[in-house]
């Protein structure tokens, strides 16, 4: 039984944490490292030992603000931090301090491109902060199963973020996603990595008849752990709702696991509903004006702004500005290269025909090599000015992401010059047809095909460093002369 | 190290320097206080065995101004009354110059009127909660047990202060000068009509006659109108409850502490440790938190505006007057053998409102007695107005010293 896909309308909403990469944890001064060795990051506060008082980050709060005003959303003059009361092992003292009461910021929105291409702008209720819990490692092998406790990720800053049920279709999830992700890594706030779970993203799935008004009862997805995997957990859910209500079985309220090797969402738990209580020992945040503005002051132009501008100042077209904006790195990258004269088109052509490939190879980001704009554009200028052939500054551009050291340098050392020379190059194209008398005769029978071949014959011949156009002319000449 | 007296003895005194203001003097402190290496069990069996990794910033700063560490009393469990608390028998027997009792109902003054010690709560967030224990985060305060209002004058300035590891505290606290007690400004005393349905007849004739003395001293004594003196207890317990249950939510055997090693699994780890870790009469309060947490938050959030409202109402009455007097204690509740919460309540109802409107308040012992028991005089000022009510205290005491020298 298949239902029909217009007959229900599914309403989707998510809940999205995205971890801070502030230098501590956001209640004592211990590093916000979770990835090292076990317990190393840990002090009398994340441990909750007796007499530990929550010193609230500074640092933690304002890069929440700027997450915050890049998601468009109004900042509360004040905020405070609740109790949010539960027992489990990762959590040292019974409770996790989050805003349940007075979120640091509410009324926000994201705008996208639907998939019908019109835009759309989906609504943010609120985000608030909020510690992490411990990691729990559970070693079932043995005599005797036991379980660890890893405080390292315990008390590190989060931001959740919590949608309106504005969403209609895992596409709109998704793209909600992709484009927060794009602004709240902008900030520089956070790394918002939900491969390496710094961002995680749970989705609320109702259904309802096309065009009712009212809402369903909701079920929660988990576990989805990239943004294609959110977006195939909604269309699976979507799918599973529909079955349910033509068979006419009610849905409950509960949790469901996503389970991405088999593709199916599993029962959970039940949803649990904790008290929170206001906590007496974290203060109150007071965001007054002065503070704000000096805040807002470092929220950098947004992905799509710098898209807009980036197609008005520089005539790139759509998707290359698209893509030159995605990243803040990449956009400040390409500016700056831009700053050196080179072509912008040049410029964002080589970034993604190139560069990104190859850093994508090396899995490694921009920030990981040495490689900086001025670098990038001494190279594009050294094949604009014909210095060096293309061939060439693809292999001088690998080179400058492994070593340390200005094109120029590389190229001298590598000996990438490009060849002008017409002498040397004169007598490269003599040696090649001399050694090719057949397919030389095969050309003067009308075989245009092997002016290619012999090309790059020539071209080998002077190690790849052939300026080709002035190649391909001594060779035309010759051969059209013998 | 164990004797009836003291939970932890140090082998020698410590003491870290030999000038200050409290230069040479011998302090008692409770094992609800840090100090790195000793007992730290809050008189608790969840915190079996337990050492503080560090000092409280009260340490810290008693050991800058001089002072000695000689060791720490007994206390009730986790500090809520003062069942099974040997501090007054401490001072009693000799042992030390200052003790340290932190005052969640009433606790310091109430050991003042067990010893014949003055016992004083200071304003909240005057001094740090970095490295006590606790309780009660919002009401609890360190307070004092000395032999004269300028003797807690003296450890107030020592210890008081802003503390960057304590964020609840004050961001600027008033100088409390030892040496010089501020001018007799402070000379209105109020007596809410209301306290009238908490004493004996009796009691209230003891009263009576204590507050001749502050009359003698040169106060003048009004008597006014504190409506709701009633709800103070039961706004001080909802709160404390749940407070209570949130705070006691690290005890779970997991890191530190007394930890059922029998369990099957986490779960039943829980629920044997915290189970086994406290004592009735704790167990039955954060029992009574847990309610209002889960069962019945609309109660904590009424607690929390009727709180509001009475400390505003507390604030008024204080436009007409400097001070407030009450006795301590009533007569017919005796606080070290209050088994229950309900008890508890009772015994402290008097010395509670300072708590859960965070004021400053001394207990003079020795002026209000009904047949052999002490009642104390309490006097209660204004949030921070600590130097006014010890100064007032000051001379009070010197008026009945030089009446009794007569």
Redesign the interface.
Known sequence: MTPDNNKYEAVIGLEIHAQLNAATKLFCDCPNQPGEAPNRNTCPVCLWLPGALPRLSRQAVEKAVLACLAANCTISEESAFDQKVYYYPDLPKGFQLSQHHKPLAVNGWIDIIGEDGSPRRLGIHHIHMEEDVARLVHETEGKTPISLVDFNRAGAPLIEIVTEPDMRSSYEAMEFLKALRSRLRYTGSTECSMEQGTMRADANISLRPAGAKTFNTKVEVKNMNSIHHVGDAIGHEIHRQAECLERGEPITLHTRLWDPDKRVTTPMREKFAGPCLPDPSVPAIRMDEAWLASIRKRLPEMPAQKSERFIADYSLPAGEALAMSQERDIAEFFEAAVQQAVPPRKAANWISGHLLPALKDRGLGLSDTRLTPDRFAGLLLLLDQEKINAGAAREVLAQMLDKDGPPQQIVAQGGFEQVSDADKLEAVVDAILAEHPDDVADYKKGNAKVLGFLMGMAMKASQGKANPKLLKEILANRLDSQ | MNSDIFTYQPESPLQESTDGLLAGRQILIQPD??VQGWL?D?GCQA?TG?Q???D?TTIVRLKSAGASLIGSTRMAELGLGINDSTMAEAVCAGHGDLGLVTDLLGEARMTACLSGWFGYKPSYGLLS??????LI??MECTGFLAQSPADIAKALSALAGPD?????MAPETPEINPSTPPEQAANRIGIPRQITDHLTASAQTAFSAGLEHAAGAGFEIIELDLPGFDQFAACHQIIAA??A??T???Y?G???GFRAEEAQN?NDM?IQSRGRGFGTRIKSFLFQGAYF??EN?PA?ENA?VLRQKLINRLNEVFESVHLLALPARAAHADPCGADTIEDTYAAFGLTLPANLAGLPALCLPGIIKNDETDLGLQLMGPHMADAQVLAAGSTINAWIKGVGSK
């Open positions: 206080i840090s730290t809050a915190l337990y503080a990794v560090m409280a909660r970095f490295g006590l224990v606790g985060p919002s960057e590891n304590d964020f609840s749940a407070e249950s949130s006691c939510g690290k779970d997991v890191r530190y986490w829980y947490q889960f938050y904590f929390c």
